[in-house]
């Protein structure tokens, strides 16, 4: 008898274990939903905002055959920037949606860290070519440590975090990268700027989807609001961690990620140890 109840007891636990994490599965479920709708309101938002602007300039050149030419211009001009942020907008949408959904593959490799900033750097010059950038001052040498990471992916990250210290660092100001040992396994890259810095309670927001200080009508600085969306993904997908740090507004920023060092394999490091 004293067997039977036990193995009832253990069924009803077990059953009790299977429903609670039935619930669990399901709040997540839930979750999951609320989030893919939320993403699809706030994406339908922000294209339609270009979109319109679009559709109001073209029809004004379409209607309005006396515009003058310096009008027609403002227009064209308009249209033109407005279908840029859209696409800008899609192809960063599709990129963090590969991200968040996990059908990205790493090709981790060794890598110099080195050859990636200048690669970076020179991916950030050419785009805003013409334009004038503040003054960067690159610290990182070729002696630093090899990383183990996806060189793509690293360049994309390292550009985004550049674009961004350009776009909020007025001419005047000053860009800086360093890296530094973190701990044995961990290389941390900085990027700071002298720029417009960011409040204390923004530190964490401005990794979220769509998050810009300006909001969505008022974009001077143009960008579509996911890249440090999708810096975080990148990063925390290597299994590092990407943080910002500012002492506030008008102070600058200085943006930090971790990136595991490669670490030679024993049986190459002994090989290259022995004397023959
Ligand atoms: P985007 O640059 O396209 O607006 P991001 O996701 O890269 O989108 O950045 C989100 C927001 O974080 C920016 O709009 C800006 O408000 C803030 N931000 C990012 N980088 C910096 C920086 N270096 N200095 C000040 N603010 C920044």
């Known amino acids: 008898l004293v067997d039977a109840i036990a193995t009832q007891v253990g069924v009803a636990l077990i059953q009790a274990e299977a429903y609670a994490n039935l619930e669990d599965l399901n709040e997540q479920l839930e979750a999951l939903d609320r989030t893919r709708s939320n993403l699809v309101a ?19 050149l379409a209607t309005e055959p006396d515009m003058s030419a310096e009008l027609r211009q403002v227009m064209l001009n308009t249209a033109l920037g407005d279908a840029e942020r859209m696409r800008n907008l899609v192809q ?16 981790l490799e060794p ?38 990471a996806d060189g793509e ?39 700071a700027d002298t720029g417009k810095g960011i409040e204390p309670n923004r530190l964490e927001t401005v990794f979220d ?8 009508l008022r974009r001077s600085a143009g960008g579509t609001g996911l890249g440090l969306a999708i ?31 490669f670490e030679v394999p024993p049986a190459i490091s002994k090989k290259s140890n022995s004397p023959n």
């Open 42 to 60: 706030i994406t339908g938002h922000e294209l339609r905002t270009p979109l319109s602007t679009i559709q109001i300039c073209l029809e004004s």
């Open 153 to 191: 992916w690293l360049v994309e990250v390292l550009a985004k975090l550049l674009d961004n210290a350009c776009k909020f660092t007025g001419t005047e100001g000053q860009i800086t990268i360093i890296v530094k040992t973190n701990d044995s396994n961990n290389l941390e890259v900085t990027v």
């Open 231 to 261: 810096c975080r993904q990148i990063v925390t997908g290597w299994g590092g961690t990407i943080w910002a740090e500012s002492a506030g507004k008008d102070q600058g920023s200085e943006f930090h990620f971790t990136i595991p060092v």
């Open 92 to 107: 960063d949408f599709l990129t963090l949606s590969r991200l968040e959904s996990g059908r990205v593959e790493w090709n």
């Open 111 to 148: 890598l110099s860290i080195a050859e990636c900033i200048d690669l970076a750097l020179s991916n950030v010059r050419a785009r805003i070519s013409g334009e004038k950038i503040p003054e960067i001052q690159n610290f990182v040498t070729p002696e630093s440590p090899l990383v183990r």
């Open 209 to 216: 989807r769509f998050y810009q200080e300006e909001g969505a």
